[in-house]
């Protein structure tokens, strides 16, 4: 399967804790996404990568949150300090450069802070 | 980006077709529609977009009206599995703008 993946799929945490997702896209897509999503809720974006430039940031993306892209290739996102309202799924995301082109989804990471 | 409105929840027979509709009547001349489900516990799956014409692939048809304000997601032969939420996104893409708005999106059963 050449869709994006993301590890681990599920973690818990104890609250002040430092967490790191990692997000593989696919292969020759230049963009990738993240994304958070609380219970019935949809997806949320946090922040876009064209390569390994950060182009865009939500203000949901705290002082504690920082994403990284080094080569271009994978992703990883930290969360320093976790607080109970981190609990959710984070999602990565895909894509090609070019109008229009989709965003394909991983199945995310599940955070559960205790 | 124009917002868009969908039924909170719908229901399908196993085996019929499922018509799920969308709201967009602030939609600009640029925004194109996009649709993705979500089956529990997975990511969003891309289905479709289309911007003006009527578009169909191997997952389902996008009719669009002509005046663009409203769109509707046609699954042909509903099956159990996808019973997921539909989310109907209208989105231009441009230089700083790339998240997509999900919202809430549409509760599909498909009921045998």
């Known amino acids: 399967d050449t869709g994006v993946s993301q590890d681990p799929r599920h973690k818990i945490t104890k609250r002040g804790q430092n967490v790191t997702f990692r997000c593989d896209p696919i292969?020759?897509?230049?963009?990738l996404y993240w994304y958070r999503q609380t219970l019935g809720q949809g997806p949320e974006f946090l922040t876009y990568?064209?390569?390994?430039?950060?182009?865009?940031k939500s203000r949901l993306l705290s002082d504690r949150f920082s994403a990284e892209r080094p080569k271009g290739s994978f992703s990883t996102l930290e969360i320093q300090r976790t607080e109970q309202g981190d609990s959710a799924m984070y999602l990565c995301?895909?894509?090609?450069?070019?109008?229009?082109?989709?965003?394909?989804f991983g199945d995310g990471t599940r955070l559960s802070i205790l | 980006d124009a917002k868009t409105t969908q039924p909170t929840s719908m229901d399908c027979a196993e085996g019929r077709a499922a018509n799920l509709p969308c709201n967009h009547s602030?939609?600009?001349?640029?925004?194109?529609v996009y649709w993705y489900r979500q089956i529990h516990s997975q990511g969003p799956q891309y289905i479709i977009h289309?911007?003006?014409n009527n578009e169909t692939n191997e997952m389902a048809s996008l009719i669009i009206t002509e005046d663009r304000k409203s769109s509707t997601l046609i699954l042909p032969h509903a099956t159990l599995r996808d019973t997921a939420v539909y989310y109907c996104?209208?989105?231009?893409?441009?230089?700083?703008?790339?998240?997509?708005?999900f919202g809430t999106g549409t509760r599909l059963t498909v009921i045998p």
């Open positions: 292969s020759e897509h230049n963009r």
């Open positions: 995301a895909s894509s090609t450069t070019g109008v229009q082109q989709p965003q394909h």
């Open positions: 289309g911007l003006k």
């Open positions: 990568f064209q390569n390994e430039a950060q182009l865009e």
């Open positions: 996104i209208v989105r231009v893409y441009q230089t700083g703008a790339n998240n997509l708005f």
């Open positions: 602030t939609i600009s001349g640029n925004e194109y």
